[in-house]
């Protein structure tokens, strides 16, 4: 009994078969299993058209780069995991945190309404107001004049029932009485962490929150 070269769709086949079965078994596995298939394929190969070198060197190499291939891959995917711990690890220093978002929420709590927002640009004059479930104004505070950027700001209940307190609205000016855009932010504090398909979750008093989407944090 005789047995012809290897050819390429052959190879591909069994190299495909290896990597299905990667779950299985691992790459020096996957490389005994090819090697006893080649040198069964050396001892009845035809005298009269043996292999060459050519074709014993371009085999060789298609299964040394699988191998190695595979290698790659089990080394990533130990890397990822790697990080998706470390990642849990420092996502557990942000329980008790409180971060900012996109959003008008604010932190109620001990009496007093706490609120974030972004100024674009200085602005001489900032003028907050705390909404009520309808928009209605339920307070508002002077805050005179911020610089851009992140600006935090707190505001004293008084006889306002904590439930009652929504949202805010910020009003800004310039030197010249110019408006100023201010964007609100909605904030957050962190209960807990957790990873879901590799991906941090910040759980919140008002929801769950990726890590992409935590903009500052106080």
Do not use: C
């Amino acid at each position: 009994m005789f047995m012809t070269p290897l050819s390429n769709s052959q190879i591909e086949a069994y190299n495909a078969k290896g990597g299905a079965q990667a779950e299985q078994t691992d790459p020096k596995a996957m490389q005994e299993r090819f090697l006893k298939l080649f040198v069964a394929q050396l001892n009845h190969q035809d005298p009269l058209n043996p292999l060459d070198n050519a074709q014993m060197t371009t085999q060789m190499a298609q299964i040394n780069q699988v191998v190695g291939l595979q290698q790659v891959n089990e080394t990533l995917k130990s890397l990822g995991s790697q990080f998706g711990m470390i990642g849990a690890i420092q996502g557990a220093q942000l329980v008790g945190r409180t971060v900012a978002s996109e959003g008008q929420g604010l932190l109620v709590r001990d009496g007093q309404a706490r609120g974030a927002f972004s100024l674009d640009a200085a602005a001489e004059r900032v003028v907050v107001e705390i909404l009520g479930p309808a928009g209605e104004v339920l307070g508002s505070t002077e805050l005179g004049a911020r610089s851009a950027g992140l600006q935090t700001f707190e505001w004293a209940l008084g006889n306002v029932p904590p439930q009652q307190v929504r949202s805010l609205r910020v009003t800004a000016t310039g030197a010249q009485g110019q408006a100023v855009k201010a964007t609100p932010l909605a904030l957050h504090q962190v209960q807990s962490v957790g990873m879901t398909e590799g991906s941090l979750r910040l759980r919140t008093d008002g929801g769950t929150l990726t890590y992409e989407q935590v903009l500052a944090f106080l």
